[in-house]
């Protein structure tokens, strides 16, 4: 069979599991856009804060492009760095109030780089079964040994803690991706604090926290320039040795050209905004957006859970006869049979905009 007729046949079985994914065209003006023709509201993207579009960033981004090229031009160890770059990582460590930072290319090499650098063979990796596929695939790239614990389950943590000899490191989202909902860090640092083990917490989609300040572990932090922040790019902030491990140690930093000027730029910006009176003034309209869809509910990823990839998918359909572009999620990005909408809010949304989600969700029979 050659190869071209092989992939034909794994086509056609992804298709008839309705799992086919394809990449659409989307005239992005922000939260609103055109999609296959049709005016749409979007409820997909991840720019929490809304601050892609926000004319500082944009600004910024078109100022570096112009001062120091498209391009970084080599790994940031060769000729790749800029002011600019380490400007950012200040700005960033002094956010998270860490020794240092380092930038990546995306969020995805950031965890990549920390579980291969820190995973040794010495060490057991112990993992939340829900966490994004950037930690899962830096698990299988690390040498240790990896056990994953019930999703949000210190008990079970504790449990595999407690029967775990030598080095350990305990990686989770603070806010996972698909389900919105928050890991209970306090009780894990806690466990990490007795069991001598470090913390890692991937802080992509923090955009209204939790806190990580004053817990008790040795802690490294993780997260991307690219939702809350509106740029490219990945971080990670922690202690001076740990960083200057990762600029030694980890391969997607350093054979990969570095984050380009305009992407560091629009991040630095954005940061500068989301620590100013404006980005508190964001958070609380991001809070009272997400409090009119699903209250109290503590991140802006509201899930509806439907089961059947198909559910999921004539559910998107029929949003988006709505104008309204909410995606549908399915395994394995997901578990089996919990195949969803994921909506995510922005600051940018307006209360008309909320309005007619909140209204389409319950003619539709999917009120939260
Ligand atoms: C929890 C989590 N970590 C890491 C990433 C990767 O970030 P990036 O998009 O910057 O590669 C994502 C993004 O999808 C994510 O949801």
């Not at 046949?9 to 939260?31: N, Y």
Request: proline share 5%; with cysteine; glycine share 8%.
């Amino acid at each position: 069979m050659s190869w071209t007729a092989w992939a034909e046949a794994e086509l056609d079985a992804i298709r008839r599991a309705d799992r086919w994914r394809a990449t659409v065209a989307f005239d992005s003006r922000g939260v609103e856009g055109t999609l296959r023709g049709r005016d749409v509201i979007v409820f997909s993207s991840n720019d929490y804060l809304g601050l892609s579009q926000h004319p500082a960033v944009k600004r910024a981004a078109a100022e570096a492009a112009e001062r120091f090229g498209a391009g970084a031009t080599a790994s940031r160890l060769v000729v790749g760095t800029r002011s600019v770059h380490e400007e950012l990582e200040r700005a960033i460590a002094a956010w998270q109030r860490t020794e240092r930072a380092l930038v990546f290319p995306n969020g995805f090499a950031a965890n990549l780089s920390v579980l291969s650098v820190l995973g040794g063979p010495d060490v057991t990796v112990l993992s939340d079964e829900l966490n994004h596929a950037s930690i899962i695939d830096g698990c299988r790239l690390s040498k240790a040994t990896r056990k994953i614990y019930r999703h949000g389950d210190a008990g079970h943590l504790e449990s595999q803690l407690t029967a775990t000899p030598g080095r350990k490191l305990v990686v989770t989202d603070s806010v996972f991706s698909m389900d919105g909902d928050v890991a209970p860090l306090e009780a894990i640092a806690a466990l990490c604090a007795r069991h001598d083990a470090l913390l890692v917490v991937d802080e992509a989609h923090a955009a209204l926290g939790p806190d990580l300040a004053d817990l008790p572990c040795e802690l490294l932090r993780v997260g991307t320039l690219s939702k809350m922040l509106g740029a490219l790019g990945g971080w990670v902030a922690g202690s001076r040795s740990l960083i200057e491990l990762l600029i030694n140690r980890a391969r997607p930093f350093i054979y990969t050209t570095g984050l380009s000027p305009a992407d560091t730029a629009a991040a630095l910006a954005a940061l500068q905004i989301c620590c100013s009176e404006e980005g508190a003034q964001l958070r609380a309209q991001l809070r009272r957006n997400v409090d009119m869809i699903a209250p109290s509910h503590p991140s802006p990823i509201i899930p509806v859970i439907l089961g059947e990839d198909r559910a999921a998918l004539e559910a998107a359909e029929s949003l988006l006869q709505h104008g309204l572009y909410v995606p549908a999620i399915r395994p394995p990005t997901v578990p089996q049979g919990t195949a969803r909408l994921r909506i995510a809010l922005s600051a940018a949304h307006t209360e008309p905009m909320l309005q007619r989600l909140r209204e389409a969700l319950q003619s539709l029979g999917m009120q939260r």
